[in-house]
Each structure stands twice: as C-alpha cells, then as structure tokens.
C-alpha cells in the first residue's frame, strides 16, 4: 500500500497532466515494477476503483527495469516494449506507454533517417539566415543612428551586366564643401530610383565615403529575404524534428 504522503503526490501530479512523472516517481521511491506503478496511477486518477495488487511477474520489479533501460539505452525501443508486453501479458498501447515512463534519457539525438537529417538541415540553415537577418538589422541600427543625415542627387544608374540587368544608383553628394560620389550596394530591375531624383543619406562622419542610402532597397531588402526564407527553414524544419520524435 502506497503511504498517504506518496498518493499525495502522485494526484498532484496527475492534476498538472504528467502522467508519466508520476510512473516514474512511483518506481523511484518504491520501487514498483512498470506495470504497477502504471496500475496506481490509473486507480489515483479515478480510471479504476479497484486497488493495485501485486503483479505477478517471473521477473523482479528491479531487474524488468533494468533490462528495459538497457535496451532503451541501446535505442532498441521496439525490443523493450515486446519485452514488456510479453511479460504482463498486457496490450501494446500499455506496453509502449510503460517503456516510454521508463525512458529517463535526456539530452538531443540526432535522427537518423535521411528525412530527419535534412529536417535539422533546414531548421540549422534558417536559425542561421534568421540570425544573419537580425545581426544585419542591428548593425544598420547601429550605423544609422551615429550617422550624419544628409541629401545627394542619383546622377547615374549603374548597370552591372548591361542594360536588361538590375541597377544600382550612383550618387552625388557634398560633404563639407567636397563633392562626392556613391554607388549603391543593391541592383534592382526596375531600378528604385531615377536620374535627377534626390535621395536622403545617412554619413558617417568619421569616414565620409562609408554612406548609407535610405531606400528599402539599399537598408532592408536582404533582411527581409533572409529573415523570411530563415523563418520558413527554421519552422519546417523545427516542425518535422518534433513530429519525428514525437512518433
């Protein structure tokens, strides 16, 4: 018979849903075999009216539980739960949820299957975008926020691979009585701007060449790709490791 303070326990862990702490618990402090650790929990939760017994098993409580892990151990999961299954002669669905209370492992595998390897691909490429995307977004943050304000004319369109390609624009703009020119980092088809039309700058007063255009093409267009594609790779991915454990 369980001591009052040990049912205690067990229905409250039962009232915040973890079920399977609540076999494991069982089987740590008394050292209950799965199954009845598995028949206590059901008669606490009010599943049954009828009080444990002790179950007969050609198998000690503490070596059923030994073997389980050490097969557990050696990812033979399947193995475990026909043991299990086996010995109390019980069904599947009883088997596989006792081996799953019995399985105290921590930490991360790594799948092994080819559809779980490309799953963590995805969610470590789109961690790694969606990192790239936000490191950009502070460092524009950063620039633009010491930088000085100012206003040039986009006096050329440059572009790269001839005139069907994308252009960037060329600008020119004075810095303390000097005229100076800037070209662009982003091509675009059509191009953002046109010739004559004026543009704010962000300058940084500490090297008037290093000049930031405020068009979203020039400060946020490769934040938005990245962050976006990040995002889908990282939900993709993220999502088919959880339901690959999950089965």
């Not at 618990?25 to 929990?41: G, I, N, P, T």
């Not at 006096?155 to 703009?173: F, H, Q, R, T, W």
């Amino acid at each position: 018979m369980l001591p009052p303070q040990s049912q205690a326990k067990v229905k409250e862990l039962l009232q915040r849903g973890q079920n399977m702490e609540a076999i494991q618990f069982l089987c740590k402090e008394h050292q209950l075999s799965l199954l009845d650790a598995k028949e206590w929990v059901q008669y606490l939760a009010g599943e049954t009216s009828i009080v444990p017994g002790t179950q007969t098993s050609t198998v000690s409580p503490a070596l059923m539980r030994a073997r389980v892990e050490d097969l557990l151990r050696s990812n033979n999961k399947i193995q475990a739960v026909k043991l299990v299954m086996d010995e109390y002669q019980i069904s599947l669905k009883q088997a596989k949820e006792l081996v799953d209370a019995a399985d105290t492992r921590s930490g991360f595998s790594l799948p092994k299957s080819p559809a779980g390897i490309v799953f963590i691909l995805f969610a470590g490429l789109g961690t790694l975008f969606m990192l790239l995307s936000m490191y950009w977004l502070w460092t524009d943050y950063q620039f633009t926020s010491k930088a000085v304000p100012a206003s040039g004319v986009v006096i050329d369109l440059y572009y790269g691979m001839g005139s069907g390609s994308g252009a960037s624009p060329v600008i020119e703009y004075t810095w303390k009585g000097t005229k100076m020119t800037y070209q662009g980092s982003t091509y675009s088809n059509p191009p953002a701007v046109e010739i004559g039309e004026q543009v704010e700058l962000f300058i940084n007063p500490d090297n008037p060449k290093d000049v930031v255009i405020n068009l979203i093409s020039e400060r946020y267009i490769l934040i938005f790709v990245f962050g976006f594609i990040g995002f889908v790779f990282s939900m993709i991915g993220y999502l088919g490791v959880w339901m690959g454990r999950k089965r």
